[in-house]
């Protein structure tokens, strides 16, 4: 057997990947990490997925950041050539942190200067802490002057935050993912949880072996489906149809929750009235699914004493994404499975802190707390806060991530402030995005390695890796948890929130007294979150000291004697009147359906090993040792018909690019469709994407484009 070495100290912790929030315990010594082990936290109760248990050693990896960097001038940039870090590298020099701010913060003013405010951009990030993205947001919205400050929020559940805010006044989870251990029937559509949320899986895998029917709708047969009592696979883009005809069964069969419409919501005549056209009958020649089966889980989930809902982003990527989201609040409002323990509604958040950087004001229509940046007793209140003039902040809605990659390319956007994000990944069409990026005057970089992103800028700054830092982060419960610092930073690598305070001097603000130093903002934070929090009436009662003392307390958390509230919506809806609001929803196709030139579905998503882009993961040696290689993942039928075998090249190309992949039999994947992750930096699928936008939220259609497959290709 294998000895574990002794550690010198064990740090209480959180997991830094997914937004279930495990907490663990990271036992180092001489500043490493040995080994995880998972906390009894809420959201775990010990368990870890592989991802928190083996994704540490990332932050000691030999490509981090150690330096910062600044592009050569006889290096200019490329947004085809390859990304590898060792031939990228050499476009840049290494520069002193005095020298590397100096021209990142002098350039972005005077490009504000020159060019006007929106001119200039911020991607903050939803892997940084609360406070890091309150900072970021309020130094776009105070240092560049505009709104243009948005994150990877965007690409994952902006849809489903729109339809939530729009319908019951709230765009956060209405129950924990535990409270499915509390449901007689818990529906999962259009997420894999065992892939992308594995611990919370295995809490709705617990709940059905003590008697909960499972129902997965998914196009794609995932392994919790082996737990299912009924899986509805239904055709790729249909979700109005199926949902439509489900709402449509139990208004023909009466078994609407009639008080609950009366007297928590408005709007269901119309609603109804639009449902009348979704019989499971008609609909199924759209969806696929048998009428019966339809009724049949019709009636399982408007009758059961609890029904929750929990869905992921195979509702919310499409360009009929709000409208997906509008029809699973209806489901819930027209049944009353809602306002009570073991029913709700459940956007399974993706990043560790998703949840909390939207809530902190990292996006261009909002400030903390989902204030609107265009009501003038919200600009007003940020105004005070900040020492300034309410006419000092820009009260139109600012950039969000698409459209900053369409102003980069039009010649509008001259700055780009990238914190933490690759948007040379993770943004639909990619090519587009690497030349988009290419064009500005000035992109700034501050990340862990030299990401994709990082290849195009002209500024790199070293950051802190997760375990390096202290901040608060909020999971997709609600629940806003302690992460402690474990490591020291390696070179000249600098806490984030120092590096956020020295750019905003080179912008004209002053933040000293947030105490900030380079490798130590423990302190800097809690000032941070005590002044985040007074624009916040959610976190009234909960303080730095408060989050320091018990480690994880849920929001709404108003009283500082009170524990926050699991489950809201018990007795009325942040709404005018508190009533819910039903928003019909028609079918719309989406954007780019196959034909005869690309026959084929292409459906993007992530795979349990990696992490979103691959960043950390791919750096981390467990996890890349078992999942080395980019894989697509195919019907074993397609691939005969391909004449490809398991392990064999296949090249996928749609109008906007190809990439080359191994290929992998999938009976989960139906055929006439692929699967691709996009963690694959060799083969980055998001070249293939189509960036049409849901119209309400703006979210990209990742989860549909056409594509055409063909034998072979270039490894
Ligand atoms: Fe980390 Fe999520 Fe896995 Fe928990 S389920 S260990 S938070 S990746």
Not at 60 to 77: C, E, F, N, S, Y
Not at 238 to 246: C, E, H, K, P, Q
Not at 517 to 525: E, G, N, R, S, Y
Request: hydrophobic share 40%; charged share 20%; aromatic share 6%.
């Amino acid at each position: 057997g294998v000895a574990l070495q002794a550690a010198d100290r064990v740090v209480d912790s959180l997991c830094p990947y997914c937004g279930v929030g495990c907490q663990v315990s990271y036992h180092v010594k001489d500043d490493q990490i040995l080994h995880v082990e998972g906390r009894g936290g809420p959201a775990n109760e010990g368990r870890l997925c592989v991802k928190g248990r083996y994704g540490f050693d990332y932050a000691r990896h030999p490509q981090r950041l150690t330096v910062p960097l600044i592009r050569r001038a006889d290096a200019p940039k490329d947004p085809r050539a390859a990304t590898d870090p060792a031939s990228a590298r050499a476009q840049f020099r290494e520069a002193s942190w005095e020298e590397a701010l100096a021209l990142a913060g002098g350039t972005l003013r005077h490009l504000r200067n020159t060019h006007g405010p929106r001119a200039l951009a911020g991607f903050g990030s939803a892997k940084g802490s609360n406070e890091e993205a309150y900072l970021f947001q309020k130094l776009v919205r105070l240092g560049f002057g505009s709104n243009n400050v948005d994150h990877c929020t965007r690409l994952c559940h902006a849809s489903s935050v729109a339809a939530l805010l729009e319908g019951i006044g709230s765009g956060a989870v209405s129950n924990p993912v535990m409270d499915v251990m509390q449901a007689e029937v818990v529906i999962v559509i259009g997420a894999n949880p065992v892939v992308n949320h594995p611990v919370a899986a295995t809490w709705i895998k617990n709940a059905v072996k003590q008697g909960t029917q499972l129902v997965v709708m998914d196009p794609r047969r995932s392994e919790l489906c082996r737990h299912a009592a009924h899986h509805l696979a239904f055709r790729p883009d249909t979700d109005v149809a199926l949902l439509n005809s489900l709402m449509h069964v139990i208004v023909e069969e009466g078994l609407t929750d009639t008080r609950f419409i009366a007297e928590r919501t408005e709007g269901f005549e119309a609603f109804a009235e639009n449902l009348r056209g979704f019989s499971p009958e008609a609909m199924a020649a759209v969806t696929g699914i048998a009428p019966e089966t339809v009724r049949t889980v019709a009636r399982l989930y408007a009758k059961s004493r609890g029904s929750m809902i929990l869905w992921g982003m195979g509702v919310s990527q499409h360009v009929h994404g709000t409208d997906n989201a509008r029809c699973l609040i209806a489901l819930a409002l027209m049944t009353g499975q809602i306002g009570r323990p073991g029913t709700g509604l459940h956007p399974l958040r993706g990043q560790n802190n998703v949840q909390g950087a939207s809530d902190a004001g990292l996006i261009p229509m909002m400030y903390p707390d989902y204030h609107p940046v265009g009501d003038p007793a919200a600009r007003a209140a940020a105004a005070a806060l900040w020492g300034v003039a309410p006419e000092a902040l820009d009260a139109e809605k600012g950039l969000t991530v698409v459209e900053v990659m369409r102003a980069a390319e039009a010649g509008r956007l001259k700055g780009l402030y990238v914190m933490g994000e690759n948007p040379a990944m993770s943004d639909p069409d990619a090519t587009h995005a690497r030349e988009a990026m290419a064009q500005l005057d000035m992109l700034v970089v501050q990340d862990l390695f030299l990401t994709e992103t990082a290849c195009l800028a002209d500024v790199v700054l070293p950051a802190s890796a997760f375990a390096e830092k202290t901040g608060s982060f909020t999971n997709t419960d609600r629940l806003v948890q302690l992460g402690r610092r474990a490591l020291g930073l390696p070179g000249q690598a600098r806490q984030d929130l120092w590096i956020l305070t020295a750019m905003a001097g080179h912008l004209g603000l002053d933040w000293r007294a947030y105490g900030a130093t380079p490798t130590d903002c423990d302190a800097a934070a809690g000032r941070v979150f005590d002044e985040m929090r007074q624009l916040m009436p959610t976190l009234q009662g909960l303080s730095w000291a408060r989050l320091q003392r018990e480690g994880a307390v849920t929001y709404p958390c108003t009283d500082a004697q009170a524990p926050g509230e699991r489950v809201v919506f018990t007795d009325h809806f942040p709404r005018p009147g508190g009533k819910a609001l039903f928003v019909p929803a028609q079918l719309i196709p989406a954007d780019e359906r196959p034909d005869a030139e690309y026959p084929q579905v292409l459906i993007t998503g992530r795979q349990l090993e990696h992490w979103h882009t691959g960043s950390m993961t791919r750096r981390s040696g467990v996890l890349d040792a078992l999942e080395p290689d980019p894989v697509a993942l195919l019907h074993p039928q397609d691939l005969a018909a391909l004449g490809v075998v398991p392990g064999g090249l296949v090249t996928l190309q749609s109008r906007r690019g190809e990439v080359s992949l191994y290929a992998r039999a999938d009976e989960g994947t139906p055929p006439g469709a692929v699967f691709v992750a996009f963690c694959w930096f060799e083969a980055a699928i998001n070249r293939l994407t189509n960036p049409a936008l849901d119209p309400v939220a703006e979210i990209p259609e990742f989860k549909y484009c056409a594509v055409r497959l063909r034998a072979g290709g270039v490894a």
